[in-house]
């Protein structure tokens, strides 16, 4: 799932059968980066899966988009909704 397709609680169900579910993402503004983190959080809830989360922070020379991306880069979120004991 990348960035933006985490909004779409479908497209999160297409890959409930998978270990984890990777989130990488490319935002302009910290909000932007909070709403994709949220959106990957509710991923988690609803598929009952871990979910990862990846900013690219700093220029983006190579985006015709986003001149300098936003986000967190000391770490990676990974949510865990349900115990491995189970």
Known sequence: MI???SEFP???RALAEADFILVPSVT????DYSWIRIDARARAL???RATVMSSVIGAAPWSSVVDVSTG???RMSVF???ALSR
């Open 46 to 48: 609803e598929n009952q």
């Open 28 to 31: 302009e503004a910290f909000a």
């Open 10 to 12: 479908l497209l999160g």
């Open 3 to 5: 960035c933006y397709d």
């Open 80 to 82: 865990r909704i349900r």
């Open 72 to 74: 967190l880069a000391r």
